[in-house]
Structure formats: structure tokens, C-alpha cells
């Protein structure tokens, strides 16, 4: 592990209760104080730890706050151009039949520039999982409007707040992915609480499981924060989450060809 | 090698052959005359051959496939014309800043916008100055029969693993579709398609288990944030690209006693060749110089035959590697221009007149 950070250990006065997992780096966040890209990574981590399958996993990287997914997680990388990681992940995958493949990308990456792309590699079932960060801004650039901005919610670019009549509706990306031939699971969860980051581990679990199972495209989408371009601090960034983003965005499992309980299973 | 040997077939199906004879493994393409051939042939052969072909969405799905097949160290490739390789370019720029190696085919067609179906050498600039944002270079080659549409596959994934680059050729609609009998026979001195994976095995992506215990992740990236660190990259490019230039490639007739040297290229310079070989025939002091690859340009053994000779450049576009000559020629010798609009189809016949005026013209 290259980047270890000494002072991320225990000083000789404490008990170290809780580590990171090996498929984790030890590094200084770039992160913004309170935002979820990082607990989305520690979830990706531990799912591919789980699974005992880091050292045949191929991180395809995305731009935004998370292009820089790879310096955290120990598995081999590329860097995708904007939107283009589905793309790329479909190149990988072909090249390399035996590998565990996913994309890590955020809402402007996938449902703006790459939609196209995402929704045919989904649609052919290419095999890899997709996990979609979707903080309803473009986080890198200076918190731009993003296709899943809330009706109303105010951006640098949407600055009287966004509109039907002006730029559509915020897109849904995980119930658009339900209802494609080659989407094998489809699911979206949030980042908000304690109970909903286990649920989330959960489905990124299930998603990898159906990658490996070979079944097709898995995707989980994770409403997450983004304090900074939100101008709230972070305790009221994840009440924003639960009172503003859920209504709008239902978390739920939208199809699982796995399982028979899931409605849209057939769709 | 008997004539029973070769094949009847168009510059399009020799490329599909000699690319997966040369090793290809991944196909990525979206439909565009005047290449469609390539794709339709690879989709049976690429699978036959165990490897994936993938009709993309579009040219930037399929530009990106390629770059992730490239980064696992696969021999892949697309093809497209003129109006799809634009839609590449931002791929391609992220591939050459990556080090990702990949094999593009332009069958071009006539240009800006949708022009035509027709011939047309328009996007010389484009392949040979980079094409995509920053400061990248792409290995060109530029074939001008069905046989070197075969050929030059070895070549190019060849280069494409030696230099971890994208190569392309860059063909047009006479080429792509001429029907001629081709030898399907790797040319001499070809690598074997196993070295590349050899080659590759030192940077690709595979999942760090596939290297073994102890083995670190992988990172292909072209980003570089840190100060200073995107100038050395840059430099390392640089570096790269001056010394690809002894990739450089090309071939001539007639150009030891000619007062007058025909430069072109393609299937231009194959027009031109009959044009200088008949006026050679009636004791006229021609020759003809073809740069085979259009980058590296093969400027040293241009300018080595400048001396006392003047040059005709012909192209069909309204002007592009004209540049390259006058620069290689830096003053020496004199460059005229005789230019073929895109989209035209012409003869030999058409090429005498300019020529002719050429040897007359004292400048
Ligand atoms: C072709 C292209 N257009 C624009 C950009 C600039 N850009 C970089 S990140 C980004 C937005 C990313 O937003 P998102 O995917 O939501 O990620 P976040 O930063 O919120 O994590 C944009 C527009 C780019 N890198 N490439
Ligand atoms: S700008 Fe937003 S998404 Fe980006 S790191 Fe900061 S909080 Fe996270």
C-alpha cells in the first residue's frame, strides 16, 4: 500500500476497534469535509474484500470529485474520459472475460454527457456493475446544475432554481436501468444514515454477486451528499437527503433477476 | 506463390483479414460508408477467431471500447470515416496520453460536414497534426492497394504495441473499396500476434492477481494535476514522438535523375505513378516520391533527394500535406501544388496536364 499515512494509526494510547479493509489505501481524503464519495468507496472496498476477488477487479474511473476513485482503492485502473466509463468498462470486460469489472461515476458523468453510453451497455448486458453517485450537482466544476437536480433546487447555472418548463424534470436514472433486457439489478439506496449505508452495502454486494454470476449490467445508484455546492454543513446536507432527495429519488430495489420477491423482475 | 494464392477481394475485406491475421482480438465499430465492409467481414471472423466484436452505439462508444480493450494489452481496433473519426478524437487524445496502444482505420470520405461518399484525402491535418485536443501524435499509414490494406495491419498493431500509441490508417473511398487480388500471406518480418500480449504484459491492466504475488495495481491514466508533473509527461510524450520518427516509411520511382518530383499519397499517389510512369515512357525527367507513413513524415529521405529538383505536390484535398513538404524542404527546393477536390474520382489522364505544367514552370 503505497500513501500510508502514520498518522491515520493509533497513538500508543489507543485501541484500534475499527480498520480499513486491505482493498482500501490509508491516505488523506481530498474530499470535502462530510461528503459521501468516501463512504461510498469504503463500500465498494469491503464488498470486493468480502468477495476475495481485489486482485482480479478492473476500477474503471470517471471524472468529477471521484476521478480520483483509483488512488483510494488497492485494484488495478483506467481513466474514462467525461461519461465515457461504460464504454471503456465494455472494452475491458471483452478483453478480459475473467475480470471483475465496475465504473465509479457521478451524476453529470452518467446521466448528462454519458447516458448514451450507459443505457447501451446496460441495454447489451454487458457484465459490470455500476455504482452512480448522484449528489444533484456537478461537484468538481462548482456545484453546475446535473440532469437529477431537484425541481426548484438552486445551482450556479440554475440560479432562480431549476424548472419543468426550462430543464426537465431530474432524471431517474435506476427505474430508467430497471427497464432495459440487460440491466440483471437495478437498485438505489442513499448515504444519509446508518441504516441506509448498510442497506447500500447490501446492494452493492448483490450488484457485484450478479456481475460475477455473469448474469449482466448491475447497477446501484447512492443519493449522496455534497455539502459544499449544497452550502449546508454536513448534518444538515444528509437531512436534506431524507426530506428533499428521497421523495423524489424512492430507494428500492427496481429489478433483481435473482430474486422472485422483486417487482419489475420480468420487465 | 502461386496466383492461386490470392484472393479477389476490396481494400475494406483485406484490412478485415489482415487484421485478424495480424492478432486482432476486439472489433468496435458504428456504421459509415465507405468502410462498412470492415465491420460486416469482422463480425463473423473476429468471433471464429475467439475474440469479441461489439457493434457500438456510436463512434465515441466505440473510440472508448477500444481504449479499455487497449488498456488490457488486447489487440483491438475500430474503423470508421472522416465525420465518425472526428467524433473519436477526444478518445483518442485520452489514449495517446494514456499509452494506450489501438488500431483506427479512416476510410475516408469527401469533407467538412457530410460531404460526400466519395474519395477524398481532407483528413491528412487531422490524422497526421493529432487530431484530438492537446499535444498527441498518431502513427498514420497510408496504404494505396487492397495488398497494403492486408500488409499494413501487421504493421500497424505492431507499432501500436511497440510504441503503446494509436495508429492509424488512413485509406479512402478508392482504396476501400477497390477490388484486387490480394495474397493473404503475413508479410515477412511481421510479429508474431503473440508478442504484442509479450509487449503489453510490462504496463496492462489485468487485475494486479494476474502478475502474481506481491504485484501492485495498475494505473492508466492521462490525467496529471500535480504542478510539474503534466510538463514531464509532456516531455516524456515528446520524447516519445521524435523518437518515433525512425518508424518513417516511404517509397519512390524515377527520383535519382528526375527534374521533377511528384509527392503524394494514398490512392492518389497510385493515379499519380501511372501518370509519371507514362510521361517517363516519352523520355519526360519525372519521378514520384509516396510517403508511406504520414507520420513520422519521412522528411530526411525527402530532403535527401532535394537537391536540383524541383516538387509537385498532389492531393486530393484543397492543401494539406503541402505543408509538410514545404516544411520539409525548408527553402531547398521549390513546391508546387496541384490539388484534386474531394469527392472527384479521376484517371491518370488527369494528372499529365498538371504535371506537365510543372516541369515547364520556372520558379
Ligand atoms: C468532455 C468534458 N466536458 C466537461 C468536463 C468538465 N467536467 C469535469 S467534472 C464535471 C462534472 C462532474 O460531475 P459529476 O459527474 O456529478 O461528479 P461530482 O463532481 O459531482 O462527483 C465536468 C462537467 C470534462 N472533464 N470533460
Ligand atoms: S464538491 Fe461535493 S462531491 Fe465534491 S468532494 Fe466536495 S462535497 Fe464531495
Known sequence: MSQTDKRLRPRNDEKLVFDANPVLNERVTHYCPGCHHGIAHRLVSEVLHDLGVADKTILVASVGCAAFTYDYLNVDSVEAPHGRACAVATGVRRARPDAVVFTYQGDGDMAAIGIGESLHAANRGEKITAVFINNTVYGMTGGQMAPTTLLGQKTTTSKQGRSLSNEGGPIRLAEIMAQLQGVTYSARCALDSVKHVREAKKAVRVAFDAQIAGLGFSFVELLSGCPTNWHLDPVAANKRIANDMIPVFPLGVFKDVADESVEGKNV | ?363
Not at chain 2, 20 to 42: H, K, M, S, W
Request: hydrophobic residues 40%; glycine residues 12%.
Open chain 2, 1 to 363: 506463390m502461386s496466383e492461386a494464392d490470392r484472393v479477389l477481394i476490396k481494400g475494406n475485406e483485406a484490412v478485415a483479414f489482415g487484421a485478424v491475421d495480424a492478432g486482432c482480438r476486439c472489433y468496435f465499430g458504428y456504421p459509415i460508408t465507405p468502410q462498412n465492409e470492415v465491420p460486416e467481414l469482422l463480425s463473423s471472423l473476429i468471433p471464429e477467431n475467439g475474440g469479441a466484436f461489439v457493434q457500438a452505439e456510436s463512434e465515441v462508444g466505440a473510440i472508448n471500447m477500444l481504449l479499455g480493450a487497449g488498456a488490457c494489452g488486447v489487440a483491438a481496433m475500430t474503423s470508421s470515416s472522416s465525420c465518425g473519426i472526428s467524433l473519436m478524437q477526444e478518445g483518442i487524445s485520452y489514449m495517446a496520453g494514456s499509452h494506450i496502444p489501438g488500431v483506427i482505420i479512416n476510410m475516408s470520405r469527401g469533407g467538412p460536414g457530410l460531404g460526400d461518399i466519395g474519395p477524398s484525402q481532407g483528413d491528412y491535418f487531422q490524422a497526421v497534426k493529432g487530431g484530438g485536443h492537446g499535444d498527441h501524435r498518431n502513427l498514420v499509414l497510408a496504404p494505396s492497394s487492397a495488398q497494403e490494406c492486408y500488409d499494413f495491419m501487421f504493421r500497424a498493431f505492431a507499432l501500436a504495441f511497440a510504441w503503446q500509441n494509436p495508429v492509424m490508417i488512413l485509406g479512402d473511398a478508392i482504396v476501400a473499396q477497390i477490388k484486387e487480388p490480394v495474397r493473404r500471406v503475413p508479410p515477412a518480418g511481421t510479429h508474431k500476434p503473440e508478442a504484442m500480449s509479450d509487449l503489453a504484459r510490462a504496463w496492462r491492466i489485468e487485475g494486479f492477481g494476474g502478475r502474481g504475488q506481491n504485484a501492485v495495481p495498475r494505473l492508466l491514466k492521462s490525467v496529471y494535476l500535480v504542478e510539474g508533473a503534466l510538463a514531464d509527461r509532456n516531455r516524456l510524450l515528446l520524447q516519445k514522438y521524435t523518437d518515433m520518427r525512425r518508424e518513417a516509411l516511404f517509397d519512390s520511382e524515377y527520383t535519382d535523375d528526375a527534374e521533377l518530383v511528384v509527392v503524394a499519397f494514398g490512392s492518389i499517389a497510385r493515379i499519380a505513378r501511372s501518370a509519371v510512369r507514362r510521361l517517363r515512357a516519352e523520355g519526360r525527367k519525372v519521378g514520384l516520391f509516396r510517403p508511406v507513413s504520414l507520420y513520422p513524415f519521412p522528411e530526411e529521405a525527402l530532403r535527401s533527394r532535394a537537391r536540383g529538383r524541383r516538387f509537385l505536390v498532389i492531393e486530393q484535398n484543397t492543401g494539406q500535406m503541402l505543408e509538410d513538404v514545404r516544411l520539409a524542404l525548408n527553402g531547398v527546393s521549390s513546391v508546387l501544388w496541384h490539388g484534386v477536390m474531394p469527392g472527384l474520382f479521376i484517371g491518370a489522364s488527369e494528372l499529365i496536364d498538371p504535371i506537365l505544367q510543372a516541369v515547364k514552370e520556372k520558379s
